[in-house]
């Protein structure tokens, strides 16, 4: 692949530049100029423009709307969390006065695969229950959640209709297994076409996801997470001591 000319990325920095100032410039909720028009206003192909804006996109500043247009929609407040804190998007949300929701459930008990059996410590053939759902925030998904437990854990018959999308909630109110830790990490991935539609993104834009595996007091992990989280309406970070020599 060859490698970008100095004009090229003097053309993306003023690129990005006019898009941050039109974006800033801009109501939420109002829509922006279409893609013809805006690539013929700030001189640039569509192509490269719809790149230049897919990073606004997972930065949770514009939202596209297929056959209506592009949106901004622009981030009120960042969730902001140290990862070091084991807690639920609900609570993180009602700790710092943004109010979220949770989108369509999706909840199936199967079999559990090669990868789960070796994750969760189970044999070949034993149920699972997966719960996968969206959660919202100021009118649009932000986080795509996907939790995957032993069937001796979490039962469909413990998710109630009131259910508020939160496995760790559910499983704390549960108190049976008694919960310990959770072991996480956390990388900016490419999203792909399942995450992508959940998210209302583009495929191959950058997100992050945290995996995680909970722990109970026997040692056991009792569910395994994938969690993608839009950068634009997250923020975590860790606090580091310096030992004694």
Do not use: W
């Amino acid at each position: 692949m060859a490698n970008s000319t100095p004009n090229q990325h003097s053309l993306s920095h003023r690129l990005h530049e006019d898009l941050a100032q039109l974006i800033a410039d801009t109501k939420p909720g109002d829509r922006l100029p279409t893609e013809p028009e805006l690539a013929k206003q700030l001189g640039v192909s569509r192509a490269t423009l719809r790149e230049a804006m897919r990073t606004f996109e997972t930065q949770g500043l514009l939202l596209r709307r297929q056959g209506v247009g592009t949106f901004v929609v622009r981030p009120t407040q960042v969730l902001e969390t140290g990862l070091e804190v084991l807690e639920s998007i609900d609570t993180l949300a009602k700790r710092t006065g943004l109010p979220v929701s949770s989108g369509k459930i999706d909840l199936e008990v199967r079999a559990a695969n090669d990868e789960e059996c070796t994750v969760l410590g189970l044999e070949m053939g034993c149920q699972i229950v997966s719960i996968s759902r969206v959660i919202m925030a100021e009118s649009r998904p932000v986080a795509y959640l996907v939790d995957i437990l032993p069937k001796d854990v979490l039962s469909p018959e413990d998710v109630k209709d009131e259910f508020s999308g939160s496995v760790l909630d559910l499983l704390l109110e549960k108190g049976d297994p008694q919960l310990v830790n959770s072991h996480c990490e956390i990388a900016a991935v490419a999203a792909n076409s399942k995450v992508a539609r959940a998210l209302q993104i583009q495929r191959g834009d950058a997100i992050l996801k945290m995996s995680s595996r909970l722990f109970s007091l026997d040692g056991k992990i009792v569910d395994s997470s994938s969690s993608y989280f839009l950068p634009g309406y997250f923020r975590f970070h860790v606090v580091r001591e310096l030992t004694s020599n």
